[in-house]
């Protein structure tokens, strides 16, 4: 059954402490990406990674960090540099095709972060 | 930078009326545009994705068109049902996949 998993479904962090969302497909995906959902607002792009061992930065990467070692795994850190974490985590991902074409992005169920 | 938006905010509708949703966007230069179904602390669901050189796509009840030298998609939802209660997203595809979001509407549909 393929698909992309976030672990927790819930999580909370005190104040200072990092903390680390997983994300998993099996869906044998090249490209994964880190949104962040606020209320009232849109979703913002945290991270992205097109390739093993590759990331980027989206549009509000500051207090985050990411890796990726494998391709099915795409783990990110809330820092305590990040000083508004609460939030909606939702990770996706999507095929990467040759030639500029774009492919349709799945998301995960999400993980809802508080700062206790 | 691309901006999204997504009028109305909120609606509600009784049980079996035909209705649309909108979405603008600034930067006409996309590769594509993607509705998604977004329920109460859940994931988000792909409905349809239209490729920038598509005008419309069917599923089912929906149908949503692109104009991309406007701006502008809409999500049609024929015979409306309680079920379809849930806030609707539409993303444009910016680059290396990055997807640009509206802010939603929320759909409530009333038996």
């Known amino acids: 059954d393929g698909g992309i998993t976030q672990s927790p479904k819930y999580l909370f962090r005190k104040e200072g402490q990092n903390v680390t969302l997983s994300c998993e497909q099996n869906l044998n995906h090249d490209a994964m990406y880190w949104y962040r959902q606020d209320p009232g607002q849109g979703l913002r792009l945290i991270y992205y990674?097109?390739?093993?061992?590759?990331?980027q930065k989206g549009d509000i990467a500051e207090g985050y960090s990411v890796s990726r070692e494998k391709k099915e795994s795409f783990p990110l850190t809330v820092t305590s540099a990040q000083k508004n974490p609460t939030a909606f985590y939702l990770c996706a991902s999507s095929v990467i095709a040759g030639g500029g074409s774009y492919n349709e992005q799945f998301f995960g169920p999400g993980t809802r972060l508080t700062v206790l | 930078k691309q901006e999204v938006t997504q009028i109305p905010a909120a609606l509600s509708v009784p049980e079996g009326e035909n209705l649309v949703l909108n979405c603008s966007f600034t930067?006409?230069?996309?590769?594509?545009l993607q509705w998604f179904r977004q329920d109460p602390g859940k994931g988000l669901t792909s409905l349809l994705l239209?490729?920038?050189?598509?005008r419309e796509q069917t599923s089912g009840r929906l149908n949503a068109s692109l104009d991309k030298s406007s701006g502008r998609s809409t999500l049609y939802i024929a015979a409306s049902q309680p079920g379809d209660s849930a806030t609707y997203l539409c993303a444009v595809n910016g680059w290396a996949n990055n997807l640009f979001f509206g802010t939603g509407t929320r759909l409530t549909v009333i038996p």
């Open positions: 239209i490729q920038s050189s598509q």
């Open positions: 990674s097109q390739i093993v061992n590759d990331f």
């Open positions: 930067d006409s230069a996309i590769y594509n």
